[in-house]
């Protein structure tokens, strides 16, 4: 527990120190808010306010933010440069460093996620739906494993930060233009409004958020949402450890006897 | 004994040889030993299976229970690597708390006249800085042996004199072995009191840096001498070799009064009587003189 705690504490620290990953998890959401609430003030949605639905929708972009860019990237890294096998010899195992940095990205996440609460409420007035607190909360914690299952499947199969670091932002940006996270998916062509359910699983965790939000059931179900989202996690996860497996034995050292 | 290693092979899968073949050897306490050997010798290998990180044929003992291997045994690699944004200060304390120590960050710092650099970031530290710390922080928590993979490499001279100092006093004081892998001969004879040297996995030659010398020239040392046109060839009762105006030969321990006096006698000047080197002990045994990287020459 001591052990977790402190390197918790150090991951913390690290993180609030790298100046660029802060600003650009604090002001993402804040400029996209600002902008696309300027340019959609008038839109409504399913008679929800469309700038009212930008709040959820920009905490999905901060949970991916921070585990596809700054976990994922802080763990690639950390393996590629021998810092998860000094670590180890210290006897840290890689599951304690992973878990200790995901629970370090998870305070950094709620910092954020609360501070851009607390802007739109100072902003434009948007209070935050503390009587569905419940079914939000819920939600959030399927998005969240969702993204630690997907940047789970991509460590698996991506182990140096060059090859990781841009598909993961690349992955992170297809989810966020193409997930109907920046703006509405009624904006989008007829077809593509119907393929995103098969091309971009994020979208269940947009419709149960929105839905969980609002409580506006036109949107989505939260409870089948969420399971969809769940089940498309669980199998990011198996197809992960499948490849890891595949991967370490082709480089595990064997004995040579004579 | 603090570590002993018994016909120790590892051969990575797809390989046509061992990566590690058959190796054996041991660490004392307050020891220092080295393995030396080019890239690819199999010295990260092995200290992989020191530290049960890999299979491995043979058998490997400790001097303590081996489920406390990664308290008592610490690995510093030549890339020691911190993370970004970490301070001296921050790295030194999470030390401090991952080994349960009691001793304090100031206290650590000030032994390696580090304590100026506690608010500096790592990564803005020369390389002899970082690998100071880098030993510091091996030290934290009163191991018994560290293992040091290729410390000084990349590192000025006056940076590896630095580390050299810091090793000697760490044993001085702390009474810590000190398992070394390097390809610097000079470093290896300075610090080691047993040197082996590994080529494609096997152990080669296994001994002081004193018996390894003695091993390769059979207790002869090395006679140079200036000559100018009046000195006197017809003389000399010594075979040498000769490059330009300086006059080598080399001669055993015994001889050394009479060939110095029938150096003098012969006109000779300059003369010096050496001890033969590590380095000359390497190349001769070995066949091969190692490049700053590792690599042969």
């Known amino acids: 527990m001591k052990t977790s705690l402190s390197l918790t504490k150090y991951h913390l ?21 600002v902008l696309f609430g300027y340019m959609l003030q008038d839109a409504n949605v399913n008679n929800n306010s469309l700038t009212d639905l930008l709040i959820p929708l920009y905490i999905i972009i901060i949970i991916g933010n921070a585990v596809f860019n ?14 998860l096998q000094k670590f180890k010899f210290l006897g840290v195992s890689e599951l304690r460093f992973s878990f200790t940095l995901f629970v370090a990205t998870l305070v950094f996440q709620l910092v954020v996620i609360i501070s851009f609460i607390l802007f739109t409420y100072f902003f434009d007035g948007s209070v935050f739906p503390q009587d569905k607190l419940l079914p939000i909360l819920a939600t959030l914690c399927v998005i969240l494993v969702f993204h630690f299952a997907a940047v789970f499947f991509l460590v698996s199969l991506l182990k140096k930060s060059t090859a990781y ?34 091309i971009n699983p994020i979208i269940y965790g947009r419709d149960a958020l929105l839905t969980a939000w609002t409580g506006d059931s036109s949107i989505g179900h939260v409870l089948r949402d969420n399971m969809i989202l769940l089940s498309f996690s669980v199998g990011l996860v198996v197809a992960g450890m499948i490849l890891n497996r595949i991967l370490l034995s082709q480089k595990t050292a064997v004995v040579f006897t004579r | 004994m603090l570590l002993e290693l018994k016909e120790v092979s590892v051969r990575y899968r797809g390989a046509e040889r061992n990566a590690v073949d058959r190796v054996s050897f ?11 050997g080019h890239n690819g010798a199999g010295k990260s290998t092995l200290i992989q299976a020191i530290m049960q990180d890999i299979h491995y044929a043979g058998q490997i003992t400790y001097g303590f229970p081996e489920k406390e291997l990664y308290k008592w045994i610490r690995v510093q690699t030549q890339t020691s690597t911190f993370e970004k944004k970490a301070k001296v200060k ?28 506690k608010h500096a970031y790592l990564e803005k530290l020369s390389g002899g800085e970082k690998q100071k710390i880098a030993v510091l922080l091996a030290t934290i928590g009163s191991p018994k042996l560290i293992i040091l993979d290729e410390l000084t490499t990349g590192l000025d001279v006056v940076s590896r004199r630095m580390i050299w100092d810091l090793l000697n006093k760490i044993r001085r004081d702390k009474g810590i072995s000190i398992l070394l892998t390097s390809h610097f001969l000079d470093e290896v004879e300075y610090l080691s009191d047993d040197v082996i040297i590994l080529e494609r996995g096997a152990v080669k030659q296994h001994g002081t840096v004193g018996e390894l010398v003695e091993h390769a020239f059979d207790r002869s040392k090395l006679a140079t001498s200036l000559t100018d046109s009046s000195f006197r060839y017809a003389d000399l009762r010594y075979k040498y070799t000769k490059h330009k105006n300086k006059l080598m030969i080399e001669y055993r321990v015994e001889q050394e009064r009479d060939v110095f006096d029938n150096l003098q006698a012969c006109g000779g000047y300059d003369i010096r009587l050496q001890q033969r080197t590590f380095e000359e002990a390497f190349l001769k045994l070995i066949g091969y003189q190692l490049d700053e990287k590792g690599e042969t020459k």
């Not at chain 1, 966020?176 to 077809?191: A, I, R, S």
């Not at chain 2, 708390?97 to 100031?106: A, F, G, K, M």
Request: charged share 15%; no cysteine; glycine share 4%.
């Open chain 2, 26 to 36: 041991s660490v004392e306490e307050n020891q220092i030993v080295s393995i030396v």
């Open chain 1, 70 to 83: 700054v976990f994922g990237v802080l763990y690639v890294n950390a393996k590629e440069s021998g810092n």
């Open chain 2, 90 to 117: 921050d790295m030194v304390q999470l030390y401090i708390q991952l080994t349960d120590s009691r001793e304090t960050v100031e206290a650590l710092l000030e032994s390696v006249q580090m304590q100026d650099f």
């Open chain 1, 165 to 198: 670091n841009p598909i993961a932002l690349t992955l992170f940006m297809y989810q966020m233009f193409l997930g109907g996270l920046t703006f509405p998916l009624q904006m989008f062509p007829e077809f593509l409004q119907k393929a995103i359910y098969y």
């Open chain 1, 13 to 33: 620290k690290l993180l609030f120190r790298d100046l660029p990953s802060v600003l650009m998890a604090f002001l993402m959401p804040i400029g996209f808010y």
